[in-house]
Every structure is written in structure tokens, then in C-alpha cells.
């Protein structure tokens, strides 16, 4: 992942916590200790440190530094569980070190070869650098990589999220379930960033073979995809198509031509 700019969003609510890459889900915890403990407010860390644990990650050579980071932007939403949305926050773009804000470690721990340097965490040209260096030679004085904004356009939807709904869908663990044919569930106000074709993915559950749903705007189907047997109810499988859409505000809703499926999320990665 280092030849370029990425985007990772972690989405923590009160039912699950997911880690995203560019968009796409890799990994959900829904339920359980490691989500309902979460109950008193965290912090943000971003570090760069080498670790002696060679089973963990492999032997350490020092011989790579040094080593850097770079931190275009970081963006923090609040969850609103009335609306089951992410809200306003605040965005760091990184244009100065803002200290109300962070603060810069000077300790280490047991298993960690390095110690946290202050002077190893500075701001340059609207970027945040982590350097990890041998002692003595802290900091960082080379040219910051340009953000050209390759990295793709994403627009990600939980399903559960819709504000309008016809029929009797079942919303349980984050997920949108016992969907049946002529149901449906809309969310408004989508804004899709730029035009162009998008590769939309579902991801999707079924034990059926003949699940199918189509994607609407207001009326007008934009493409239709049949859902495959994934082997049970709880068992889930990504599937996608690529349609058109224009840029703007717009609704986007689920159409069920035929029930027997779950969706956990839609993505809409321009291509």
C-alpha cells in the first residue's frame, strides 16, 4: 500500500465497528465485548515504530531507514444514533500542527525498537510526516508526494441507512434482511461526486437461486443484478455491475423483482 496515497475509514457505532480501504469493507465486528465495551470516549493515534516481535511481523533490519509516512487529511464524523448516520465533524487538512488538537509522543514501550521522537512528527506542505530514523538524524527534510488524487472516487452506503422504506424489511446487525419481491428501501439525497460509470457493488446473502433486485433513481431502473446462492442466510458474497449515473444530489433505491436476500452495503466506486 505504499505507492500512493489510500483512503482507511473506521466506522464505529453502538452494533458494529468495520475498517474500510478505498471504500471497500475489510473487516466487521458486530456485537460482542469489543463493540458494546467501547463506552467512554477514544483517542486518535497515528504512529510509525518498529516492532522486535519476529513472529508478529518478521525480522527487523535497520538497514530500510529511514522511513516515512505521509498524512494528507484526517476527518472525524460523530454517529447519530437517532438517524443511524455519521454527522458533521471536523477535518484536519494538516495546513499547520494544530496542538489544541494533537499531541506528539516522547516515550516507547517494551516491545517497540524505536523511541517516539517529538522532532520525528512534522508538518510540511499540508502534510503530516511520521519519520521513523536513527538516532541523530530526526526529522524530515525531503519533498513531501503530491496527493493527485488518483485514488478513486467512493461513495459507500450501509444498508441499513435508508430513510424511506415500502414493505415490511427487517433491519438486524447492521444489515437489511427478509426482503421480499415488490419491496423496497430508498436513501435520498446520495451525492455522487462527479459523472461517469460506476462499478456498484452489494454485499449480499441469500440461500435462494433466484433472488434478483434492480438499482432506481426515482422511478427510473438503472440496472438489475440477480443475486446468487452464497450458501445460508449468514454467509455473504460481494456482487457488482457498472451503470451510469450523472453528478449530484440524487435517490438511489433498492427494488426487489424477486425476495430472498440481505444486503449489508452498497459501494459506488467511479471507474
Known amino acids: 500500500m505504499g505507492d500512493g496515497y489510500h483512503t482507511y475509514v473506521l466506522e464505529w457505532t453502538p452494533n458494529y465497528i468495520a475498517w474500510f480501504i478505498e471504500g471497500a469493507e475489510v473487516r466487521r465486528i458486530t456485537g460482542g465485548q469489543f463493540v458494546t465495551g467501547l463506552t467512554n470516549p477514544q483517542t486518535a493515534r497515528l504512529n510509525i515504530w518498529a516492532a522486535n516481535i519476529a513472529d508478529w511481523v518478521g525480522p527487523w533490519s535497520d538497514g530500510i531507514l529511514p522511513v516515512y509516512q505521509f498524512v494528507n487529511y484526517i476527518e472525524y464524523k460523530a454517529y447519530n444514533a437517532s438517524t443511524n448516520s455519521f454527522v458533521a465533524g471536523w477535518r484536519d487538512d494538516f495546513n499547520s500542527f494544530d496542538s489544541s488538537r494533537w499531541s506528539k509522543g516522547n516515550w516507547t514501550f517494551n516491545e517497540n525498537y524505536a523511541d517516539f521522537e517529538p522532532n520525528n512528527a512534522v508538518v510540511k506542505n499540508g502534510i503530516l510526516v511520521l519519520a521513523l530514523t536513527r538516532e541523530g538524524a530526526t526529522g524530515f527534510t525531503g519533498t513531501v508526494p503530491v496527493d493527485n488524487g488518483s485514488t478513486?472516487?467512493?461513495?459507500?452506503?450501509?444498508?441499513?441507512?435508508?430513510?424511506?422504506?415500502?414493505?415490511?424489511?427487517?433491519v438486524a446487525g447492521g444489515v437489511v434482511g427478509y426482503i421480499d419481491a415488490g419491496e423496497w428501501f430508498k436513501y435520498t439525497n446520495v451525492n455522487i461526486p462527479a459523472a461517469g460509470t460506476y462499478k456498484v457493488e452489494y454485499r449480499v446473502a441469500s440461500a435462494l437461486t433466484t433472488a434478483q433486485f434492480t438499482l432506481d433513481r426515482d422511478g427510473t431502473g438503472l440496472g438489475t443484478i440477480?443475486?446468487?446462492?452464497?450458501?445460508?442466510?449468514?454467509?455473504?458474497?460481494?456482487?457488482?455491475?457498472?451503470i451510469y449515473l450523472n453528478a449530484g444530489v440524487q435517490n438511489l433505491a433498492i427494488y426487489a423483482n424477486s425476495g430472498g436476500f440481505n444486503i449489508d452495503w452498497i459501494n459506488l466506486t467511479k471507474i
Open 152 to 170: 478513486p472516487v467512493v461513495v459507500h452506503i450501509e444498508a441499513e441507512n435508508f430513510n424511506e422504506v415500502g414493505g415490511s424489511v427487517v
Open 226 to 242: 440477480s443475486v446468487p446462492n452464497t450458501g445460508g442466510w449468514g454467509t455473504y458474497t460481494t456482487i457488482s455491475h457498472n
